[in-house]
């Protein structure tokens, strides 16, 4: 069964995604919509197959100093947020190129993104968790994941020191896959142009993606966060590739919920940088130990209980099972309405039960 998976996997592929770029969610989708292009058998295998062989044998290094190079590359640089299909695109070309030449596949990305550390005062926030962007990362076949540490001493380092100590002593490339409005070195001071000719001194090259093509690729990731503030989630996940989601662990709550009902997890977002989406109830699917549940989440600072904090509540729906201390992953699908304050505890129950028929219709409406 593992053969005719892998088999099954590497021949599917749908425009520019092969089927190893599919999430579980994703894939569970397809089965749901029952598309042409498959059977439910076929989706069976998927879904068997969904956290064994969607993940290639990709290395995480943290810092450039632990990076050993065993043989040349071709390095990509940048911060990817959101790993988005116009990042895709990119890195699928990257990938190509390199097992064409039968090069290593890198990218070189930084933590923190560097707005938070030159830009503070901007307080960004960011469409993935570093965690997210590994697993991401992990399913477009990347052999090397460089995770460097973001400071305002590193970005003093000027361009011809990033070129020669990072990318060619350090990094050991023989090749840089950019845009052709990249810019690096202290201030932002040298372009494309001066890479080319760098290439030439330390004898690499440069491949340099056309303005016509970043132009094609009309998403970015400022639009997928505009998107996300607008609960938008039908374009989001157009951008994305996937559904937006919520990592995070379940902890211990007040239990008004439960009384109600309508018991919830509250889930704990460590990372505070993460983009929340704005206050209110949406329509999510969750993840559970490889299971995905149906359900609704309440984002806001529970007015009705004179709340002065914002928590994260998902009710699963015809779910018994206690979650504390257990890891969700929580996929947003639409927003059904703003966050509200009720005059009773009677009212906000009533209106959980019109929120669930709400969303249990939706779910219905769509297959």
């Given at each position: 069964m593992e053969e005719r998976g892998k088999v099954f996997l590497e021949s599917k592929s749908f425009g520019n995604r092969n089927f190893l770029c599919f999430s579980a969610l994703e894939i569970q989708v397809l089965a749901k919509n029952k598309q042409s292009y498959t059977t439910i058998n076929d989706i069976n295998v998927l879904l068997y197959f969904a956290n064994k062989v969607f993940f290639y044998p990709m290395n995480v290094v943290h810092g450039i100093e632990n990076y050993v190079f065993t043989s040349k590359s071709i390095l990509t640089i940048g911060t990817f947020d959101g790993v988005h299909l116009g990042h895709q695109k990119i890195i699928q070309k990257l990938v190509k190129k390199a097992r064409d030449q039968k090069l290593q596949a890198n990218?070189?990305?930084?933590?923190?993104?560097?707005?938070?550390?030159?830009?503070?005062?901007?307080?960004?926030?960011?469409?993935?968790?570093?965690?997210?962007?590994?697993?991401?990362?992990?399913?477009?076949?990347?052999?090397?994941?460089?995770?460097?540490?973001?400071?305002?001493?590193?970005?003093?380092?000027?361009?011809?020191?990033?070129?020669?100590?990072?990318?060619?002593?350090?990094?050991?490339?023989?090749?840089?896959?950019?845009?052709?409005?990249?810019?690096?070195?202290?201030n932002r001071e040298a372009t494309v142009e001066d890479l080319i000719s760098y290439g030439k001194t330390y004898n690499f090259q440069v491949t340099m993606i056309p303005a016509q093509d970043i132009a094609s690729i009309t998403v970015s990731s400022t639009k997928i966060r505009n998107a996300i503030g607008a609960s938008d989630f039908e374009k989001v996940q157009k951008f994305l590739g996937r559904p937006y989601e919520l990592n995070g662990k379940v902890t211990q709550g007040a239990g008004v919920g439960r009384t109600l009902g309508f018991p919830t997890a509250n889930l704990n977002v460590k990372e505070t940088y993460k983009l929340i989406p704005p206050r209110g109830v949406y329509l999510v699917q969750v993840q559970y130990k490889g299971k995905l549940h149906s359900g609704m989440m309440n984002i806001g600072n529970r007015p009705t209980l004179n709340g002065n904090h914002q928590t994260l509540e998902v009710h699963l729906f015809d779910f018994e099972q206690t979650l504390y201390d257990q890891k969700l992953q929580v996929f947003f699908l639409k927003k059904t309405r703003d966050e509200i304050k009720f005059n009773s505890l009677e009212e906000l129950k009533s209106q959980l039960k019109k929120d669930q028929e709400i969303c249990k219709r939706t779910l219905a409406e769509q297959g």
């Open positions: 990218l070189l990305t930084f933590f923190p993104h560097p707005r938070m550390v030159l830009q503070k005062e901007a307080s960004i926030r960011l469409i993935d968790t570093l965690a997210e962007k590994e697993q991401l990362l992990r399913k477009l076949g990347i052999d090397n994941l460089i995770i460097h540490p973001f400071t305002k001493e590193f970005s003093k380092l000027s361009a011809v020191e990033f070129t020669r100590d990072v990318l060619v002593n350090q990094l050991g490339i023989s090749s840089l896959f950019i845009g052709y409005d990249h810019r690096f070195g202290k």
